[in-house]
T-cell receptor, first 115, second 115 residues
Framework: AQTVTQSQPEMSVQEAETVTLSCTYD???????LFWYKQPPSRQMILVIR??????QNATENRFSVNFQKAAKSFSLKISDSQLGDAAMYFC????????????FGKGTKLTVNP | GAVVSQHPSWVICKSGTSVKIECRSL??????MFWYRQFPKQSLMLMAT?????????EQGVEKDKFLINHASLTLSTLTVTSAHPEDSSFYIC???????????FGPGTRLLVL
């Protein structure tokens, strides 16, 4: 079974600085998708970024980018120019392509942004 | 695009009553929707997968007679908590598989408090 591990329960960053959240996963499949979701205090789950495993190019969305290392099964999220609104729980998630429809979530990383 | 609504956002009910939660995809059709439960400071726990026009698939340990799921149209899935008890108090989140396929988009969640 696939697993997703987020080894950092909590992280903090100064406003305007850069922070990287770690995520590793375990799978025997070659085709899959990876996601980062953000859950602010409102508890709404918001899609931050998505990566297709077949794409070598790392996904980027404005201040958010990923470092996808397929061989190492690593999928870290970099947040540049951190803003107070970035404070939230961040969940890394995996889903196989064409197989189980279930999203496999990590346990989450709580990000605090200090002014 | 890919907006999912959930209603109600808050519900307080007496023990023994039933509560219905609606999940709607507003700007896309969703043949597959998902229901999650989230305990404080924990990740999301998948309860069931809801497929339009067919019976839901429940995760192991989830009582199908207690958590009734109906997916009667391509934009609406409902979760009914029957004979609710205080231990059913939780945060319930739905998601819908979006037009792109593997990406799930989440509703804002429903906080259920059973007295």
């Amino acid at each position: 079974a696939q697993t997703v591990t987020q080894s950092q329960p909590e992280m903090s960053v100064q406003e305007a600085e850069t922070v990287t959240l770690s995520c590793t996963y375990d799978t025997s499949e070659s085709d899959y998708y990876l996601f980062w979701y953000k859950q602010p205090p409102s508890r709404q789950m918001i899609l931050v970024i998505r990566q297709e495993a077949y794409k070598q190019q790392n996904a980027t969305e404005n201040r958010f980018s990923v470092n996808f290392q397929k061989a190492a099964k690593s999928f870290s999220l970099k947040i540049s120019d951190s803003q107070l609104g970035d404070a939230a729980m961040y969940f890394c998630a995996y889903i196989s392509q064409g197989g189980s429809e279930k999203l496999v979530f990590g346990k989450g990383t709580k990000l605090t942004v200090n002014p | 695009g890919a907006v999912v609504s959930q209603h109600p956002s808050w519900v307080i009910c007496k023990s023994g009553t039933s509560v219905k939660i609606e999940c709607r995809s507003l700007d896309f059709q969703a043949t597959t929707m998902f229901w999650y439960r989230q305990f404080p400071k924990q990740s999301l726990m998948l309860m069931a997968t809801s497929n339009e026009g067919s019976k839901a698939t429940y995760e192991q340990g989830v009582e199908k007679d207690k958590f009734l799921i109906n997916h009667a149209s391509l934009t609406l899935s409902t979760l009914t908590v029957t004979s609710a008890h205080p231990e059913d108090s939780s945060f319930y989140i739905c998601s819908a598989r979006g037009p792109a396929g593997e990406t799930q988009y989440f509703g804002p969640g429903t906080r259920l408090l059973v007295l």
